[in-house]
């Protein structure tokens, strides 16, 4: 009998295809580098890739990027690692953030919310005046190009300020979240020795105050580089001995200089969640970042002047850089500084409704939370603007599309879902949102422009339809300049380039359809490989965590001495819920029938909790390690796990095994 074909979950009407930004750039760019001017997405697309130079060129072009000297070529040496974009030309990636000032100073640039869910707005002449006051003022302080400038800051304006005032000055960004302890923090900055750190005496979260002042303290003592603190009172508290006022430093009426800087010059530093080890300090580019992220937001996101963009992140993670980026479109962004659930579980919602969201961005565990909550964002609350629900930090189960699509369409809403997957590695997506495309449940729409995406089976064939690993086999932009502290690129080659030379393999189980849509499977360093077949996590997740009574759940599969393999379920159950036999023959029989009998676990273990990295990604390796046997210290660091405790849990499980 033949495989039904899918059908779509949804598809784009002519009138948002005809209006989508890249309609216009697909036209325009059949007009003047020889695109495809029909064949849709995939035509483009192939074309993209066929012809890298000339499309980043084209990229340039269309959103006007400003050169300050002309570049020699759009590629140099196009090898990986090592890639080197637009040799020769100099720009500023702050100078393209700040540049919708200039035609819409009274408007907003940034609304802010914390857990009251009033926004409040800064202007784009307001937002540009601090920038230029505060870039002043860290050229007194001696910064200089290069230097680094460090942020222990919430998602609040003044963060976005001092990023865009550090880039401005042609020094190096890099941030992380107040709630990330001094260890973790240490663990980050000292490797890059920032000269200054904005910091705040603390944050609120939750409905509750969370005092800092002793950890910023710490900070202080640890970093002996610094010469400058920054006291931003978020708390009211005054400012320690020795720092200095954010107040002062942003009050001066300086429109700001913007030093024109290498394509390649730093812009920022962004950290892997470090769980086993020092996290990896992962350089990115003023120019590959400006690039990308015109690409990224200006045509697949569909972003300009009268969106308004909303994602949920803190500035521990990638997603807040590239919630930044949004300024690059001329859209107003939408901070949102306290708990993802408070006062209740539908928070995110109330933000969306009262900022006007047009794409509101959050988890596919948020997505399910609200599921299990019953939560009827349509129905409760005023989504109207509402264009795109996007999705990232791990794969949108299929029941969360179909969720989230019902939600809306009750309403009479037409949703667009974006499922999207990138990584901090690029600050970037490498698949998802396509707004002329089709989406299909559980898949993401496509490849990104520009983004040689394909499956290969370990023997380095490209698959179709079949599960490979994630591979770019042409350079991105945004890819990293370098790790810091790697001077021979050793580090940074291991961690990419080891399987398939000169080829990018970030680490995921996918299959690219003959459709052209992809599926995520989960991490291809934790695969579960059972008699030879390779299954994906995030497939047994999916299914297990439909069951009322399962909070989440961790899948684990380990090689045995005697060759044998155990593959046990974790489950953290719902309050009230217990793991009794009629519950466990549930869970086996949803897993046997939705997968298959090979996906059934071998055993069923009841935990208190799942431990996650700093930016919420359930972690399974150092788990695996400790179950096989690996002490704690040497399995995960300590600092990037967001509750130890569970950690003993699975050490003492191992012991006891053992």
């Excluded at 690129?489 to 393999?505: K, L, N």
């Excluded at 069923?604 to 799942?610: A, L, S, T, Y």
Aim: hydrophobic share 40%.
């Amino acid at each position: 009998m033949p495989t039904a074909v899918p059908q779509p979950l949804w598809r784009p009407d002519p009138q948002r295809i005809a209006q989508a930004r890249i309609t216009s750039f697909q036209s325009w760019a059949a007009e003047h580098h020889g695109a495809p001017a029909d064949g849709g997405y995939p035509a483009l697309h192939r074309w993209s890739v066929d012809h890298l130079d000339t499309f980043w060129k084209a990229v340039t072009e269309f959103f006007d990027v400003r050169f300050s000297t002309p570049y020699a070529r759009v590629l140099g040496d196009r090898a990986m690692p090592g890639a080197e974009w637009f040799p020769g030309a100099r720009l500023n990636y702050a100078e393209h953030a700040l540049r919708a000032a200039a035609t819409r100073a009274d408007e907003p640039a940034l609304l802010y919310v914390d857990e009251t869910h009033e926004p409040s707005p800064v202007t784009w002449a307001e937002l540009r005046r601090q920038v230029g006051s505060l870039a002043a003022e860290l050229r007194g302080l001696g910064v200089r190009p290069g230097d680094r400038v460090s942020g222990y800051l919430p998602n609040i304006p003044q963060a976005v300020v001092a990023l865009l005032a550090t880039a401005a000055v042609g020094a190096v960004w890099t941030s992380c979240a107040p709630d990330f302890g001094a260890r973790s923090v240490l663990d980050r900055f000292q490797q890059v020795e920032p000269v200054v750190l904005f910091t705040v005496d603390g944050y609120r979260y939750g409905g509750r105050q969370h005092d800092r002042r002793e950890i910023v303290a710490e900070l202080r003592r640890e970093l002996p580089t610094l010469r400058a603190v920054v006291h931003i009172p978020l708390l009211d508290t005054p400012a320690p001995e020795g720092a200095l006022e954010w107040a002062a430093l942003t009050s001066a009426e300086a429109e700001p200089e913007f030093e024109q800087v290498p394509f390649d010059h730093p812009l920022w530093v962004l950290y892997s969640s470090g769980t086993t080890g020092l996290p990896k300090a992962i350089v990115q580019s003023q120019g590959g970042i400006l690039v990308e992220h015109l690409k990224q937001l200006g045509l697949h996101c569909d972003l300009g002047p009268a969106d308004r963009f909303f994602w949920y992140t803190s500035t521990g993670w990638m997603m807040w850089n590239f919630l930044v980026s949004g300024l690059l479109t001329g859209t107003t962004i939408v901070l949102y500084d306290g708990s993802p659930g408070y006062p209740d579980t539908g928070a995110q919602w109330r933000v969306a409704e009262r900022t006007g969201a047009t794409l509101y961005g959050t988890s596919a565990a948020y997505v399910m939370a609200c599921r299990k909550a019953g939560v009827h964002p349509s129905r409760d609350y005023d989504l109207s603007r509402v264009k795109c629900v996007a999705t990232t930090g791990s794969p949108l189960p299929p029941d969360g599309f179909r969720w989230l699509h019902d939600e809306f369409a009750a309403s009479g809403a037409d949703l667009w879902i974006a499922s999207v997957s990138g990584g901090t590695d690029v600050c970037s997506c490498f698949a998802g949102a396509v707004p002329t495309l089709p989406v299909y449940t559980g898949e993401l729409q496509a490849p990104g422009l520009g983004t040689d995406l394909q499956a290969w089976d370990p023997a380095g064939n490209p698959v179709i339809d079949e599960v490979g690993e994630l591979v770019v086999a042409n350079p991105m932009p945004s890819m990293p300049i370098s790790f810091w502290n790697d001077p021979d690129g050793s580090r940074y080659h291991e961690s990419y380039f080891d399987t398939y030379p000169g080829v990018w393999r970030h680490g995921d189980w996918i299959t690219v359809t003959a459709r052209g849509s992809v599926i995520i499977h989960g991490r291809s360093d934790s695969t579960l490989n059972r008699q030879g077949v390779r299954m994906g996590s995030a497939d047994i997740y999916e299914v297990v965590e439909r069951l009322p009574e399962i909070r989440e759940s961790l899948v684990i599969g380990i090689e045995q001495p005697d060759g044998g393999y155990w593959m046990p379920l974790f489950v953290h159950l719902a309050p009230g819920a217990v793991l009794d036999e009629a519950l466990l023959n549930r869970i086996k029989q949803a897993i046997r029938e939705q997968l298959s009998p090979r996906h059934v676990p071998d055993e069923i273990i009841e935990v208190p909790g799942v431990p996650h990295t700093l930016t919420g990604k359930r972690i399974e390796v150092p788990v695996k390690r400790l179950l096989q046997g690996t002490p704690l210290e040497k399995a995960v660091n300590p600092g990037s796990i967001d509750n130890l405790d569970l950690l003993s849990y699975f050490e003492d499980l191992a012991r006891k095994r053992a």
